[in-house]
């Protein structure tokens, strides 16, 4: 990237202006994307796909131009990959970015979590193994499963504390 | 789909990590772009620093080529220059200390608390107001009192008006001055005997002497009287 090089005070307010943006965007970006792919690998390829875009055009807002990419991109790699599926519902921008930021402090909760309360957690949720399953494959109790799965997700709770999502998860 | 089903039905370790996909996009680690500003801030540290430094250490030259010169130095104090002599201060870090080479006549202001102090080669000199000269390692005191040493650490005396003192080895030393007038040569040889630790006998003790000789070198001194009064001196180690 040519314009990085350059020694200039301008060049370095531009550095860390997009090393500000990645921070706080990336993974949002990553996980709206997420939503219309369903496919990780598509996603977070998509976003650098935008960021590189900006970086070769000036944006004078970059995060509402950074949404609207992502969201062209995906809805055009889901044609090529799924022509026959129904496309998504779509929201308004302003509720994308938000539920993307909600999705990103998940998504770092999990990441903190312990390794034993994710993995019993992830392997329960993600993989829909059930508790003997999960036992079985870690080497624990049941009963210990159960537990780290309670911890992890009063954990995620108090992330987001207003969400009705785990009254479901509760049932 | 409610966020945390979406979260945990997707998650993933290890991805969607802004680091990467900045070093993906950008290609150069991200470390290369964040010590930037700091090499800035430790170049424009540096500058300041040495520009401090630079006007901290602003130095007034004062200089008498061929003729003796006077000048008011920065605190108000006088000082005339001998021919070939030359005065520095750091008006900015301390107006009262200067460093002397040369000879040069002082008559230094009274500032509470606050003392003048001259260096030179051979001697170091501190005072609070006063009118004095220093030549080369010679002090010679016209008002008030001087602390004389060889340097600002070492041990000094006080030379007061009237007084001279010289540095001789690396000790500060006052100059007597021997002054007759009409004086029987049996006082002036007991003189003589005591102050420089010998004995001195002549024959012809009833002359008498009228001089005025700096305490200087014994030798110079027994000619002196030897060659006014016609007598012969004989000394005693």
Redesign the interface.
Known sequence: MTRNSTFSVFGILYIMELEKLFKEYYRPLCLYALRFTLDTDAAEDIVQECFTALLSHKADKPVPYLYASVRNRSLMWLRSRKPMEELPEDLPMEDAIDRSMEDSRLWDAVEKLPEQRRKCLVMSKRDCMSYADIAQELGISQNTVRNNISKALEALRKTVPASLDFILLFF | M????????????G?????K??R?????K?RT??I??WL?AAAAIAVATFLFWGYQNHTTEYLAYDVAQSFTLPDGSRVELQPGSRLSLKPRLNPRGVTLDGTALFSVEKMDGKPFTVKSEAAYVKVLGTVFQLSGNTLEVYEGKVLFALTEDSEGIVVTAGEKAVIRGDKPEKTVRFVYDDTPLEKVLADLSKYYGVSLNCAKTHKKLTAEFPAESLEEIVDLIEAALDVEIEIEK
């Open positions: 409610k966020s945390i089903d979406f979260v945990l039905t997707h998650f993933k370790e991805v969607f990590d802004w680091r996909g900045y993906a996009v950008c290609g150069v991200r772009f964040s930037m500003p800035y």
